[in-house]
């Protein structure tokens, strides 16, 4: 395995200055994961600590009520019980119980308090203890609540009391809701010891441990002469690794070690020998840059501009049975994109987005806040959770795009400073289907936005609106903006205004010939504005044709639903053969054009205009178009200084009933 591809590339070397913490959420796994580390740093020499963050209380029951009921001392004597077993298991490889803190936090409920119980307001009740705060005697803070502030506050001092030059703890890949949540944990605490100074952090060495993953380690049972790999899975995705290894006394402590967890052994003996072998290993943490860009020139759901944005999250696809099946539910990778004061999340998928699949994102800031949960249905709903009940979120943006589904985010709703903790879940029929873990990722502030597309425009970064590929839900407001901005032109056609189902109907077809020539400026989650930018225009008449929008029309015209009498429609007649006659062949023919751009009245001299029909161009660009077509009414000064300012020129004329129209051509 090559380099880039999950090898194991070096050892973890200690020396007698050196200060080693192994953070474990349950009893035993410091040991199964770190035995032969925590051997390597007594020999040489260096300060060892353990920290203990639960007391594995909830170990071989279900949370039901049957099973609780009646249990709760049980469960209890069952957590200082094995508390002692890992007492007992670190003095047998020279670890004695003063460097071991135990914090006593709930088995089962880390992630419930990383996501759903914050503040030590709101505790939360284990339902396998029946208690919402520490019981036991032996923990750092005595009664502490179960709640995500105050395990953090525990882990700063934890941390700032040993200040360790080496910190092994769980992968954020972990399968386990508990290892997974206090890896976040862990990285939080770090991130907030770091900005409020501490310069230990900087250099202190972070080693990443798995525990659950599929089925690793493979084949369970003892081995003594296994050698431990990143699971394939996980390799793949291009981690580096380092590993310690053993001698066959080490090895030996390990095993004898092990055994010692005997409230362990009748259920889960196989798997925790299966930690013994020739080595450990361990993964380096990542904490990737979210790409900053100009604020109006990320466009949502379209296909351009974004080979030069890498995932911040890579997850395995294809790695256990469901997910084969569910490919829609797989995910494989997660983009995220600062665009001004809006976070883009791209999230990308083994398969196309469905609507059957409950798509969740979880986004919490560092300092740590209240996050924000949201619920994503495609092709354009969003909801976010609120006092326990999931809200539409109008201001959260939905788009698919091919194989991944991409989500606007307005920075606002989470106060963002330093960076973001990111989870994306895939639920369907109920069931959790695949879950990328928590991941840490710093995210710029807004004022260290670079452009450097030349093509992108002093107005597009000024633009208080995002733009996106419209969805069939943005169809009505596009054809209210038209009506509401060519008022004077409807009213010449048809001598009134025609029902706004006939305008929508309209929309329907361009949407129908091509998707993503429709793009809408939105603010606060309403479209503001829209241009519509076809590359064919005979596949918009193809379309009115093959699809029935016509007969359509006809029908409901012969109905007496669409009153509006022979002469609207023998002036609309002409003025298409007007049209027709001056786009076929010759100098001013362009299949490619700027067919129709309106922005609300309440929303216009903010620069969406100009947005719109740059985010247009760089479409046509990227499809390789060569030649671009508009015609504006010659009375019509602002908008003909802003097509020539993106490279239009004027080179000809035509008319229709209403008048004259210049042409204008830019050529790519």
């Known amino acids: ?56 209380d909830a170990f071989g029951v279900m949370a039901t009520p049957r099973a609780v009921m009646g249990a709760s001392s049980r469960r209890l004597n069952l957590g200082v019980r094995r508390s002692h077993e890992s007492l007992r298991a670190l003095a047998r490889i020279g670890i004695g119980p003063t460097s071991v803190t135990f914090l006593g936090y709930p088995d089962r409920g880390l992630f419930a308090l990383w996501s759903d119980h914050w503040r030590r307001s709101d505790p939360f009740t284990s339902p396998f203890t029946s208690v919402n705060y520490a019981p036991y005697e032996n923990v750092a803070t005595p009664f502490a609540p179960y709640a995500g502030e105050q395990l953090l506050s525990d882990l700063m001092y934890v941390l700032e009391r040993v200040r360790p030059t080496h910190l092994i703890y769980p992968h954020p890949k972990d399968a386990h809701g508990d290892h997974a949540a206090c890896s976040a944990f862990v990285t939080c605490a770090l991130e907030e010891l770091a900005l409020l100074g501490h310069s230990w952090v ?46 066959p006394v080490h090895a030996a402590q390990k095993q004898a070690a092990i055994a010692m967890y005997r409230s362990q052994f009748p259920l889960v003996g196989r798997f925790l020998l299966s930690f013994v072998g020739q080595n450990e290993v361990f993964a380096r943490p990542n904490y990737p840059q979210v790409k900053s860009v100009a604020g109006g020139s990320h466009v949502l759901g379209a296909t351009f501009g974004r080979s030069n944005v890498q995932p911040i999250i890579l997850d395995p696809i294809r790695d256990t049975i469901t997910r084969q099946v569910e490919r829609s539910a797989d995910v494989a990778w997660v983009n995220a994109v600062r665009a001004g004061s809006l976070l883009a999340l791209d999230i990308g998928l083994a398969r196309r987005p469905v609507a059957e699949v409950e798509y969740r994102v979880s986004l919490f800031p560092s300092p740590r806040r209240e996050g924000i949960h949201m619920r994503i249905r495609p092709p354009h709903r969003a909801s976010v959770r609120l006092e326990g009940m999931w809200r539409p979120m109008r201001e959260v ?166 009153r509006l009498g022979i002469a609207p429609l023998r002036v609309l007649l002409l003025d298409k053969f007007h049209f027709v006659r001056s786009s076929v062949g010759g100098d001013l023919s362009a299949e490619a054009r700027i067919l129709s751009i309106a922005v609300s009245h309440a929303a216009q001299s903010r620069g969406i205009g100009t947005s719109l029909v740059t985010h247009a161009m760089r479409r046509f660009d990227d499809m390789g178009i060569h030649r671009v077509r508009l015609e504006v009414r010659p009375w019509n000064r602002p908008a003909m200084r802003l097509y020539e300012k993106l490279g239009f020129l004027p080179v000809g004329k035509t008319r229709d009933s209403q008048g004259e129209w210049v042409i204008m051509i830019a050529e790519m």
């Open 1 to 56: 395995m090559g380099k880039g591809q999950g090898t194991i590339q070096s050892a973890i070397p200690l020396n007698a200055s050196d200060r080693v913490l192994v953070v474990a959420p349950h009893p035993d796994d410091e040991l199964i994961a770190a035995g032969l580390l925590l051997q390597a740093g007594v020999v040489a020499q260096a300060s060892i600590h353990v920290l203990l963050v639960t007391h594995g």
């Open 397 to 562: 943006v939905v788009r698919p795009r091919d194989s991944s589904l991409e989500v606007g985010v307005p920075l606002d709703l989470l106060d963002v400073h330093n960076g973001l903790f990111v989870s994306v879940e895939t639920r369907t029929r109920g069931i959790s289907v695949d879950r990328t873990g928590l991941h840490y990722v710093r995210v710029p502030s807004r004022g260290t936005s670079k452009v450097n597309d030349e093509a992108t425009t002093d107005a597009i970064s000024e633009a208080p609106s995002l733009c996106a590929v419209a969805s069939p839900a943005d169809l009505s407001a596009c054809a209210q903006i038209f009506a509401e901005c060519f008022r004077e032109s409807i009213l010449h056609l048809f001598g009134r205004l025609p029902p706004q189902r006939l305008i929508r109907q309209v929309f329907r077809l361009c949407y129908d010939a091509e998707p993503d020539a429709l793009l809408v400026a939105l603010k606060d989650g309403r479209v503001q504005g829209y241009v519509y930018a076809p590359s064919s225009l005979k596949r918009v008449w193809r379309t009115a044709i093959r699809k029935g929008h016509l007969l359509r029309w006809v029908i409901q015209w012969l109905k007496g639903h669409i």
């Open 202 to 247: 900087k250099a202190c060495q972070r080693h990443l441990y798995l525990v659950h993953r599929g089925g690793w380690p493979a084949p369970r049972g003892l081995n003594p002469h296994r050698e431990h790999k990143p699971p394939p899975a996980i390799a793949a995705l291009g981690e580096v690794w380092e590993e310690v290894r053993a001698d």
